[in-house]
Antibody, heavy 118, light 113 residues
Framework: QVLLVESGGGLVKPGGSLRLSCAAS????????MNWIRQAPGKALEWVSY????????NYADSVKGRFTISRDNAKNSLYLQMNSLRAEDTAVYYC???????????WGQGALVTVSS | DIVMTQSPDSLAVSLGERATINCKSS????????????LAWYQQKPGQSPKLLLY???TRESGVPDRFSGSGSGTDFTLTISSLQAEDVAVYYC?????????FGQGTNVEIK
């Protein structure tokens, strides 16, 4: 079955960096767009970034542009999110999500909590 | 960005009764070339990650019970749970995938009356 497992979350100080990973299995990774979507405590879902199946195309929410970088390693069936210059408002559960169509999220991981606090 | 607005924010329905959630987009998400609405619905149960229920406004994802249905076109959409079951307690989100950035509604919390 499809499995997306995030790792790398944790507590980081404002201005710090963190790298999230998402290990995928159970589907043909190279066929799918991959996304990061976040959810602040008690809040709605917010799309963060996507990367095309080949990795040639990426896009970001304005709130993270210039600070976050999405990447993928198709040989390892893995997705990454490098987060720099973190702010308190980046505190959230970060989900990786896959989709055959851009911006439609077929499968979701269980999420990784990122807390930005001094 | 397209703003998605759901109503109501919260809904309490008796077991076996109908639940109806509305979603309105700030601009049309109907793509004229294929006559499809780029609108999806997700279910997020307490403590879980979201799950795709419907896409193209009314197409059920594989395995989704047929008590869940979607309707509407253009800017106004509805998710209906025809006979609420205890396992349907969740927050439901609509989402447009017509343009980037994809955007979600604020969510509707469905509970048992």
């Amino acid at each position: 079955q499809v499995l997306l497992v995030e790792s790398g979350g944790g507590l980081v100080k404002p201005g710090g960096s963190l790298r999230l990973s998402c290990a995928a299995s159970g589907f043909t990774f190279t066929d799918y767009y991959m996304n990061w979507i976040r959810q602040a405590p008690g809040k709605a879902l917010e799309w963060v970034s996507y990367i095309s199946s080949s990795g040639n195309s990426t896009n970001y929410a304005d709130s993270v542009k210039g600070r976050f970088t999405i990447s993928r390693d198709n040989a390892k069936n893995s997705l990454y999110l490098q987060m720099n210059s973190l702010r308190a408002e980046d505190t959230a559960v970060y989900y990786c999500a896959s989709g055959l169509r851009k911006s439609l999220f077929d499968y979701w991981g269980q999420g990784a909590l990122v807390t930005v606090s001094s | 960005d397209i703003v998605m607005t759901q109503s109501p924010d919260s809904l309490a329905v008796s077991l076996g009764e109908r639940a109806t959630i509305n979603c309105k987009s700030s601009q049309s998400v109907l793509y004229s070339s294929n006559n499809k609405d780029f609108l999806a619905w997700y279910q997020q149960k307490p403590g879980q990650s979201p799950k795709l229920l419907l896409y193209w406004a009314s197409t059920r994802e594989s395995g989704v019970p047929d008590r869940f249905s979607g309707s509407g076109s253009g800017t106004d959409f509805t998710l209906t749970i025809s006979s609420l079951q205890a396992e349907d307690v969740a927050v439901y989100y609509c989402q447009q995938y017509y343009t980037t950035p994809p955007t979600f509604g604020q969510g509707t919390n469905v509970e048992i009356k």
